[in-house]
Nanobody, 115 residues
Framework: QVQLVESGGGLVQPGGSLRLSCAAS????????MGWYRQAPGKQRELVAA???????NYADSVKGRFTVSRDNAKKSVYLQMNSLKPEDTAVYYC?????????WGQGAQVTVSS
């Protein structure tokens, strides 16, 4: 069974930083795209950042220059470094991976930016 385990969420003050991690289970053979989505209360889930198997990245306009997505193929992991956090970044963040076996989601990590 495929599982994604997220870690790194929490409470941070505006201007602070957090790093999210997401590790896929060993049963996954081949991973294409990896990425992060977020969902704030009362809003639809939106793409935050994505990275292809070749290392190309894509970011939401609202996070460009502040967030960095990266991946470690050997560890089957994807990361999201979030700097200069703003209150509007508050949301549940979900990792997502697209593999030869299907499309999978993490359990979600709460990120709260507040003073």
């Amino acid at each position: 069974q495929v599982q994604l385990v997220e870690s790194g969420g929490g409470l941070v003050q505006p201007g602070g930083s957090l790093r999210l991690s997401c590790a896929a289970s060993r049963s996954i053979v081949s991973i294409y795209n990896m990425g992060w989505y977020r969902q704030a209360p009362g809003k639809q889930r939106e793409l935050v950042a994505a990275i292809t198997s070749g290392g190309s990245t894509n970011y939401a306009d609202s996070v460009k220059g502040r967030f960095t997505v990266s991946r470690d193929n050997a560890k089957k992991s994807v990361y999201l470094q979030m700097n200069s956090l703003k209150p509007e970044d508050t949301a549940v963040y979900y990792c997502n991976i697209l593999t030869t076996q299907g499309n999978y989601w993490g359990q979600g990590a709460q990120v709260t930016v507040s003073s």
